[in-house]
């Protein structure tokens, strides 16, 4: 299990495999519920990372990412954000939402990302 900071983020993000971060907070009664449930996923998927954020430890990075509520579940592919969603999962939710992350064309998501970019700045073009 990784301890995320400010110093590791990149690096563990970035890295080309399925990252899950669990953002939680001392004191927090349903953090310590989907711990549990966290590592016991973790302990299945080992060809994936695993990290926790402590947002109170590292609150720019907690505020970097605008983490309101804990626990939040981040999930990082290939260096994508494609996950952000506080609550309290069940490890069968857990593992569906690693599933989904497995089977998705990442280069297809990049070109999706890419175009939808590349629309964005054509429109703020034409409407400038």
């Known amino acids: 299990m990784i301890e995320l900071s400010r110093s590791n983020f990149k690096e563990v993000v970035d890295q080309e495999a399925v990252v899950l971060i669990e953002c939680w907070a001392p004191g927090c009664g349903v953090c310590a519920q989907f711990d549990t449930v966290f590592e016991k996923v973790a302990a299945q998927y080992e060809e994936h ?10 609150e720019k990075l907690g505020e970097f990412f605008e983490i309101e509520h804990t626990p939040c579940l981040m999930l990082y592919r290939d260096g994508l954000l494609l996950l952000k969603k506080p609550g309290n999962f069940s490890e069968e939710a857990l593992s569906d939402i690693i599933k989904q992350a497995e089977s998705l064309d990442i280069a297809m998501v990049r070109a999706d990302i890419e175009s939808s ?12």
């Open 49 to 58: 990372s695993f990290a926790k954020m402590n947002v109170l430890t590292d």
């Open 117 to 128: 970019q590349t629309g964005n700045q054509e429109e703020r073009e034409d409407n400038g």
